[in-house]
């Protein structure tokens, strides 16, 4: 198992114990009027829903590039500042490529996750009062459970697109660490300072 499924290990057994038969059945007996509530809520939470999705892509990433910025101790100073920046331009563009098109995944997999979920704890009239923004008892009963809706798609989105993503992933670590002249490990103390990688990137959503 490489990085980016041990980074949401925990995370998505978590969520595996927290989804149960129940929240994944549909509803037949829903009527449109609450499928449709549910629709817009889940409209007006894209952006919380597209940064949770970037969350999980760019989270490995960032480690990746905290554990590559020490070896770069071990690349020959007249060669170590190009490396960084190949590497930096390296960590950019996988997620330039995969941001969009696993944000677009995610985004249809919210209904089935979070739709339902919310379809089956939260009746037609306290979702109006949801969607309204109401000062209520109900926004706390929706506080409490966005942790487990958030488990819910982010387990689902994984168990879709985990492989994938592990595949490429494993390719983005083998590039860099030829580029690095190692497999792994740490540099050996006392080496020269390497110049460092912006490991702080905030995740952005992608463009439309």
Same mark, same amino acid.
């Given at each position: ?11 998505? +057994? ?6 149960s038969?129940?929240?994944? /059945?549909?509803?037949?007996? =829903?009527p449109?009027?609450? *499928?449709?509530?549910?629709? @817009? +809520?889940? @409209? +007006?939470q894209?952006?919380?829903?597209? /940064? ?13 590039? /905290?554990?590559? !910025? &020490? ?7 007249? @060669? ?8 930096? $331009? ?21 209904? #089935? ?23 209520? %008892?109900? =926004? ?5 459970? #966005? ?20 595949? *490429?992933?494993t ?15 740490? $540099?050996? #103390?006392?080496? !020269?300072?390497?110049? @460092?990688?912006?490991?702080?990137? &905030? /995740?952005?959503? %992608?463009?439309?």
């Amino acid at each position: 198992m490489t990085l980016l499924l041990k980074s949401i290990q925990a995370g998505a +057994i978590a969520a595996s114990l927290l989804a149960s038969p129940v929240v994944f /059945a549909q509803k037949a007996d =829903s009527p449109q009027s609450k *499928k449709d509530v549910i629709a @817009k +809520i889940l @409209k +007006i939470q894209q952006p919380a829903i597209e /940064a949770l999705t970037m969350g999980v892509l760019s989270r490995p990433v960032n480690e990746l590039a /905290a554990k590559a !910025a &020490p070896a770069l101790r071990n690349v020959p100073e007249a @060669k170590r500042e190009a490396t960084a920046k190949q590497i930096d $331009a390296d960590l950019r563009k996988f997620l330039e490529d995969n941001a969009k098109p696993l944000v677009d995944k995610g985004m249809k997999l919210a209904p #089935s996750t979070m739709g339902v979920a919310l379809d089956e704890k939260f009746t037609e009239d306290e979702l109006k009062q949801l969607l309204a923004w109401l000062e209520s %008892p109900v =926004s706390k009963k929706f506080a409490e459970s #966005s942790q487990e809706l958030q488990s819910l798609y982010t387990k689902k989105l994984i168990d879709d697109n985990g492989k994938q993503l592990d595949e *490429k992933f494993t390719a983005l670590q083998q590039n860099i660490a030829k580029q690095l002249g190692l497999e792994a490990g740490p $540099a050996p #103390s006392g080496a !020269a300072s390497a110049p @460092k990688l912006n490991t702080n990137k &905030p /995740a952005t959503t %992608p463009k439309k």
